[in-house]
């Protein structure tokens, strides 16, 4: 849905800006639907996006294992915001520094790196594995993804002041799936 609504956004300024110029452009239009800019911040992004659910993949690593197929569904649905994240987080989004973060080689091959590690995990979702050593060890290197882009890239404090609210879940040791 969200892909939907930014393809939409980019053909709707492609078939404005074609207002200025009498060559049919919808073709070329149809045939070049580039995501090129993020309807919001790439903090934003991190926020509501990746930081959410990167807490169901380390949860489970953390031997917290799903309980019904409900909860099955929010592990591997984590997996696949890892795999769409990472490509997302490529494009600069509407925050002050987005575009000079993401012309970055650095940054393209950390957001690269945060899709293998889904790919990687989303077989263990489909096959609802309860193998906690595989979790974590898609955990650990979930969490080095994270450290190694904050450190080269992050503000001690978020650009737009969109802050993380620990999962309290997580901190006092509770399930995430009661
Ligand atoms: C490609 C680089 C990159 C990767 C990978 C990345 N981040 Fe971020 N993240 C950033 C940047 C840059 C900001 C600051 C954005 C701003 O302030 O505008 C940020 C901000 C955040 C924030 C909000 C700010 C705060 O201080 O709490 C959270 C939460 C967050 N990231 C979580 C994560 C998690 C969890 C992962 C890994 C699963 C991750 N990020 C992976 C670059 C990255």
């Known amino acids: 849905m969200r892909i939907h609504t930014i393809i939409g956004v980019g053909l709707s300024a492609l078939a404005l800006a074609s207002c200025n110029n009498a060559a049919p452009v919808e073709e070329e ?3 070049s639907p580039a995501l090129t800019e993020l309807p919001v911040s790439i903090n934003a992004t991190m926020v509501g996006l ?8 380390w949860t489970v690593g953390n031997g917290d294992l799903p309980k019904d197929e409900m909860d099955w569904d929010l592990v ?4 696949y915001d890892m795999i769409l994240g990472g490509q997302v987080m490529k494009v600069p989004g ?6 000079q973060w993401t012309a970055e080689e650095n940054w393209q091959e950390w957001a690269d790196q945060l899709t293998l590690i889904g790919q990687d995990a989303l077989p263990l979702a489909e096959a609802q594995s309860t193998d906690v050593e595989a979790w974590r060890a898609i955990g650990d290197r979930l969490i080095e993804n994270c450290e190694g882009c904050h450190n080269a ?5 978020p ?6 609210r620990s999962t309290e879940r997580e901190s006092r040791g509770i399930s995430m799936f009661d």
């Open 153 to 157: 890239f992050k503000p001690e404090l």
């Open 159 to 164: 650009s737009e002041g969109i802050l993380h």
């Open 76 to 79: 591997r649905s984590a997996t």
């Open 94 to 99: 509407s925050g002050e520094y987005d575009a």
């Open 29 to 31: 239009a149809a045939s």
């Open 50 to 57: 990746i930081d959410n659910s990167a807490d169901f993949i």
